[in-house]
């Protein structure tokens, strides 16, 4: 399954100020349902290859998983050699294509 997440990137005020982009809730669901038999890592987190698209020139690609939450939506953290190579900052609008892996 390949898919893209949309949307504003937020920095977690706690310790190490992680930066994420939330999932809607309807493609969080999405991915829930099509994953439900697949095994996943840690609590629940579902792992994938992300890629930036439309935002800098190098289009960066890395492993990770993404977090599920209590309110249902899952989040997907943007790691900080990613936001340097893409040029990205709280608040900046991005699109992020994954894959189930």
Same mark, same amino acid.
């Given at each position: 399954?390949? &898919?893209?997440?949309? %949307? +504003?990137?937020?920095? =977690?005020?706690? #310790?190490?100020?992680?930066? &994420?982009?939330?999932? *809607? +809730? /309807?493609?969080?669901?999405?991915?829930?349902? #099509? !994953?439900? *038999?697949? $095994? $996943?890592?840690? &609590?629940?987190?579902?792992? @994938?290859? /992300? !890629?930036?698209? %439309?935002?800098?020139?190098? +289009? #960066?690609?890395? *492993? #990770? !998983?993404? &977090?599920?939450? $209590?309110?249902?939506? =899952?989040?997907? /953290?943007?790691?900080?050699? @990613?936001?340097?190579?893409?040029?990205?900052?709280?608040?900046?609008?991005? +699109?992020? *294509?994954?894959?189930?892996?």
């Amino acid at each position: 399954m390949t &898919f893209t997440i949309s %949307g +504003k990137v937020w920095r =977690y005020e706690g #310790t190490g100020g992680w930066y &994420f982009v939330y999932v *809607n +809730k /309807a493609l969080s669901q999405k991915i829930k349902d #099509t !994953t439900r *038999n697949k $095994k $996943k890592v840690g &609590f629940q987190f579902v792992r @994938v290859k /992300a !890629t930036i698209i %439309g935002s800098g020139v190098h +289009k #960066t690609s890395w *492993n #990770t !998983t993404l &977090f599920p939450t $209590k309110d249902g939506p =899952y989040l997907i /953290a943007i790691k900080s050699d @990613v936001r340097h190579k893409e040029d990205i900052d709280d608040g900046d609008s991005v +699109k992020i *294509n994954c894959t189930l892996l």
